[in-house]
């Protein structure tokens, strides 16, 4: 029996291609597992909380999230007259979180200085047996910073339930996330239990420490919140903002991501822990393949789009 060491420059990063781009002060990279964002900064400092090459990606930093953002109550869910049963990526609370296509590889289509294009190509997965083909566009702009848009298509021969989201985490700067001022036009939240499911209709956000609707710093407020009842710009779109040490980090999405999920990075350990927010737009709320939710659905050779996008201001 033989056996062959890989040399250095055979050596592969566990997040695979690096899809570096760059327009203006905007500088980010997209990864070819799960078409995620590895990085953002902007005039050399960071906007998206990022992480190594060769790490995986963190508390779902940066991720994708199809064909489902969140979870899936124990990965148990019915369709079409016919009972599904995914895999329970979150096994600590028995249930399936963030979709199928994060840890698959990502075909590039286009690139260009400012610009890629990335595809997981359909096919089915255990729980999942529907061809939808899932095409992610990463664009920096001088002027505007990041855009992400994210189209599924239905390649199939049935209906397909659909949902997307994805997951950054933000940063404001170097001063404690105590002290950064947060601003979210959400008028509604979903109560959730300890396993991240819901158990009613989203409530009045008013009165509850989870109203950023006037802005105000974070404090020793804990939030991992799916919020709702967004008030949108005249073209459509939703704003959360950051702020700190004259620093502004904006996040917004376009029509059709009805929902945000919230996170202070609590539960995130080590150097990570409370040191970015993140603000993850979403197309439906947590558990959407069982309540029907804001769900989706894809005739066979329909398609989709949605975008989000953020960028940075330093006074």
């Not at 009165?207 to 609707?213: A, E, Q, W, Y």
């Not at 779109?237 to 904006?250: I, N, P």
Request: some cysteine; charged content about 20%.
């Amino acid at each position: 029996m033989t056996s062959t060491k890989l040399g250095v420059q055979q050596a592969v990063l566990v997040t695979g291609e690096q899809y570096e781009l760059a327009a203006g002060d905007y500088r980010a990279v997209v990864t070819g597992l799960g078409a995620g964002l590895r990085e953002l900064s902007y005039a050399g400092q960071p906007v998206a909380y990022g992480y190594e090459p060769d790490e995986l990606p963190p508390g779902a930093a940066g991720q994708l999230l199809a064909p489902w953002p969140n979870r899936v109550d124990h990965g148990q869910y019915e369709f079409g007259g016919a009972h599904y049963q995914l895999d329970l990526s979150e096994p600590k609370n028995g249930n399936a979180i963030h979709g199928l296509t994060r840890w698959a590889r990502w075909e590039p289509v286009q690139q260009e200085a400012d610009r890629v294009l990335l595809r997981h190509r359909p096919h089915g997965y255990t729980g999942y047996p529907f061809s939808v083909q899932v095409d992610a566009e990463y664009r920096l702009s001088a002027g505007g910073g990041l855009q992400v848009t994210v189209s599924a298509a239905n390649r199939g021969t049935r209906p397909a339930p659909y949902g997307t989201g994805q997951h950054p985490y933000f940063t404001a700067g170097s001063a404690p996330l105590e002290e950064w001022e947060l601003e979210l036009p959400a008028a509604r939240w979903l109560p959730l239990d300890s396993r991240g499911i819901p158990t009613g209709p989203a409530q009045d956000i008013g009165g509850t420490p989870c109203d950023f609707r006037a802005p105000h710093p974070i404090g020793d407020t804990v939030l991992d919140h799916a919020l709702t009842g967004l008030n949108r710009a005249a073209d459509g779109r939703v704003w959360a903002h950051l702020r700190a040490g004259g620093r502004q980090v904006s996040m917004w999405a376009g029509p059709g991501h009805g929902w945000l999920q919230v996170f202070t990075s609590d539960t995130l350990h080590g150097e990570r822990h409370r040191k970015a927010v993140a603000v993850e737009p979403m197309t439906c709320p947590p558990n959407a393949f069982v309540t029907g939710d804001d769900l989706i659905v894809l005739a066979p050779g329909e398609s989709v789009t949605h975008t989000w996008g953020a960028e940075a201001r330093v006074s």
